[in-house]
C-alpha cells in the first residue's frame, strides 16, 4: 500500500487528495492533524532521509506530501506515486450516471448489495466525471445513436476493465461478478 502524509490544510496535500479521490487510487491518507502517530512517522521519515529533505530544510519547507510507495521508496514526486497506486490498483468496472437517476440508483444498491469491485462516478456531483461521460458519448457514436433518437442520455455506463463500453447493466454487473469471483478465487 502507498502512503501519502500531510496534512488536509495544506494546498499541496488537497490537490494530490482531490486527484487520488477522482482516480480511486489506492494510497492512504495519513493526516497529520489527525494523529500523533503520523507525525511521528513523519518526523521518522525526515530524520530517516535528511538528503531527500536537505531542499526543503533550506527553504525553511516542512516537506509534505510525502510518499512512501510499496517498496519502501520515500519521495516528493507525486506523478511517481500515482503512477505506482495506478500499477497496483486492482481492476474495476467504472459505472458513470447520476445520483438523481433511478437506473443508476438501482445498479449502484446492486453493486453495494454483492459488493462488487465497481467505481461509480457521478457525473452531476463532479465536472471532470461529466467530462468522462462527454468524452465516452462522443468516442462511441454507434452506441449512443439509438439514446439520441430516443431522446436519452445514456446512462448508466459502464466501462469495463478492457475498455469495452456498454450501456447493458446486466454485461456491466456480469463483468464486476466476474472480478470479484477471480479476486476471490485468486485465479
Avoid at 9 to 32: G, K, N, T
Avoid at 56 to 64: E, P, T, Y
Avoid at 69 to 94: H, M, Q, Y
Wanted: hydrophobic share 45%; glycine share 6%.
Amino acid at each position: 500500500m502507498i502512503k501519502m502524509i500531510g496534512n488536509h490544510v495544506c494546498p499541496h496535500c488537497a490537490a494530490a487528495l482531490a486527484e487520488i479521490e477522482r482516480e480511486h487510487l489506492p494510497i492512504e491518507f495519513r493526516d497529520m492533524s489527525k494523529s500523533t502517530a503520523y507525525i511521528k512517522e513523519f518526523l521518522a521519515i525526515r530524520e530517516g532521509h535528511p538528503e531527500l529533505f536537505d531542499e526543503k530544510r533550506a527553504n525553511n519547507k516542512v516537506g509534505v506530501p510525502v510518499f512512501v510507495l510499496s517498496d519502501g521508496t520515500v519521495t516528493f514526486d507525486r506523478e511517481a506515486a500515482f503512477a505506482a497506486a495506478r500499477l497496483e490498483k486492482a481492476p474495476v468496472v467504472k459505472v458513470v450516471g447520476s445520483s438523481v437517476c433511478p437506473d443508476c440508483r438501482e445498479v449502484t444498491a446492486a453493486v453495494r448489495a454483492e459488493k462488487l469491485p465497481v467505481e461509480f462516478y457521478d457525473m452531476v456531483e463532479n465536472m471532470n466525471n461529466m467530462r468522462m461521460f462527454l468524452a465516452i458519448r462522443e468516442g462511441n457514436p454507434e452506441l449512443y445513436a439509438p439514446v439520441r433518437e430516443a431522446g436519452g442520455i445514456g446512462i448508466p455506463v459502464f466501462v469495463l476493465p478492457d475498455g469495452t463500453v456498454t450501456l447493458d447493466t446486466e454485461e456491466g454487473l456480469a463483468a464486476a461478478r466476474a472480478l470479484k469471483e477471480k479476486e476471490e478465487t485468486g485465479a
